[in-house]
């Protein structure tokens, strides 16, 4: 609208005195400064809204986060670009079964990676004990690991092109206990995988809830 204004003062120079016509710009610079006042607040409410939202997202994937590692003993690190779950997910001497007793908290990593970042890439990495050839582990290490990318896939409601399953066998950089190896219980700790959100340092998504989806009937 100011820049029709503009147009209108350039148009009748000819005909206005030159008081009208300082009085006539007068006006439109005001009108042009209200007009950016008013874009500015816009802006300014709709970056604070964002703000708002993320804080709002944030607060909430800590609390979630907290109480999945009190309910779980889930050992929780936050990197710039991914979060890292040590999950209690251990596996038999020799064997890449994914038990009972530890789907609950697979089932609760589902959740919370599809609530907040529904769009990343999630790692699952496998490890084993030392014992064994070392060819022969990094084998088993990523069996362990397709075990619980299929459960998170087929029990989970992850998309299968987003998980992908990586085996680290017995490296030893990351062994729990170093000296800890099987048969038996012996180097148990070892035996078992790390979850991995790789979000790209992207804040967590909102939360959609039933009454903000689109409905088709």
Request: aromatic share 6%.
């Amino acid at each position: 609208m100011a820049a029709l204004g503009l147009a209108a003062v350039a148009a009748g120079c000819s005909t206005v005195s030159p008081d009208e016509l300082d009085t006539s710009l007068s006006t439109l610079r005001e009108e042009m400064r209200q007009e950016m006042r008013t874009g500015d607040q816009t802006v300014s409410q709709q970056l604070g809204g964002r703000i708002t939202t993320v804080e709002g997202q944030v607060a909430a994937l800590d609390s979630d986060l907290e109480q999945m590692a009190q309910d779980f003993e889930v050992a929780i690190q936050r990197l710039e670009e991914e979060l890292r779950f040590d999950v209690p997910v251990y596996f038999a001497f020799d064997d890449a079964t994914v038990e009972a007793e530890d789907q609950a908290v697979l089932d609760r990593f589902g959740a919370v990676a599809l609530k907040y970042y529904p769009n990343a890439t999630i790692t699952v990495e496998g490890f084993t004990d030392s014992a064994g050839p070392e060819a022969y582990n990094t084998s088993l290490g990523q069996r362990r690991a397709d075990a619980v990318r299929e459960y998170l896939v087929g029990n989970g409601g992850m998309v299968q092109e987003q998980v992908r399953a990586v085996s680290y066998g017995e490296d030893t950089q990351r062994l729990v206990q170093p000296e800890g190896r099987g048969p038996g219980m012996a180097g148990w700790e070892n035996r078992r995988v790390v979850l991995v959100i790789d979000h790209d340092g992207m804040p967590p998504m909102p939360t959609v809830t039933d009454g903000d989806q689109d409905s088709d009937s």
